[in-house]
């Protein structure tokens, strides 16, 4: 690991986006199980049974959305110490502090669905290549990948590309299916990511705004003799593939 990942990551949650209160960490874990349950379960495939890997799970919000919508063999493995210990808090024992890499160099064809979420943007385009590579491997013959990166044909999309340090990759739709294809995945498909207040006043007002902000960046495009066919605008974007 580089210098200034193992000095950023030793303590990711608390010098990034962290809350020291813990009544503050527990409300935060539960929103991002709830986003995650409405913005990434709907991609997995309806046997809970399955055999799922987290990679980058961080504190676990993932995988406690996963256990509460019947997922009960999935198992996540992240670099920070500080979350795991959150995650184990939260009531997940299923979590392990290891390289992804490393990790994936050591399974071969054993899991059905493998997750990475905000995690390949922190990688270089070597080492993203190298670790679809690996997660290919990981996988069974029909295995599905689902990832979530910062979306950079996004409005301020350097709001979210650059709010972390760590990061290295960024992509948009069209680089997303070039990069997975080229890889050696199959049904490779890019979804807009979630956009949503819970607060019902706060969305309609969002939803609104959204609408006008979409179609004065479709004007863009247009002016600019370009398609909007190809474009997600979405702060994220979610991709997901076949093995």
Not at 219 to 229: N, P
Request: charged share 25%; net charge negative.
């Amino acid at each position: 690991m580089t210098n200034y990942r193992k000095t950023l990551y030793e303590s990711y949650y608390s010098n990034h986006s962290g809350e020291a209160d813990t009544e503050k960490r527990e409300a935060h874990f539960r929103q991002q199980v709830r986003y995650f349950t409405r913005e990434l379960l709907p991609h997995l495939p309806p046997d809970r049974n399955l055999k799922v890997l987290d990679l980058g799970c961080g504190f676990g919000s993932l995988l406690m959305a996963l256990k509460d919508a019947g997922y009960n063999n999935a198992q996540g493995i992240d670099l920070s110490a500080e979350q795991l210990q959150m995650a184990r808090n939260f009531g997940l024992e299923n979590v392990e502090e290891a390289d992804a890499l490393d990790y994936l160099k050591s399974v071969s064809g054993e899991y059905d669905v493998i997750t990475a979420i905000d995690v390949l943007e922190h990688q270089t385009k070597d080492e993203a290549v190298e670790f679809l590579g690996l997660i290919k491997s990981a996988l069974k013959p029909e295995g599905q990948i689902i990832m979530r990166v910062p979306n950079l044909d996004a409005p301020q999309a350097s709001v979210f590309a650059n709010a972390d340090f760590t990061h290295e990759l960024f992509l948009n739709k069209s680089s997303a299916l070039q990069l997975f294809r080229s890889t050696g995945f199959s049904n490779v498909q890019v979804h807009n990511s979630l956009v949503y207040i819970e607060n019902p006043i706060k969305e309609i007002l969002r939803k609104c705004v959204w609408g006008l902000l979409k179609f004065r960046m479709k004007l863009e495009l247009f002016a600019t003799a370009r398609t909007w066919d190809d474009v997600c605008f979405t702060p994220n974007i979610i991709i997901t593939a076949s093995r």
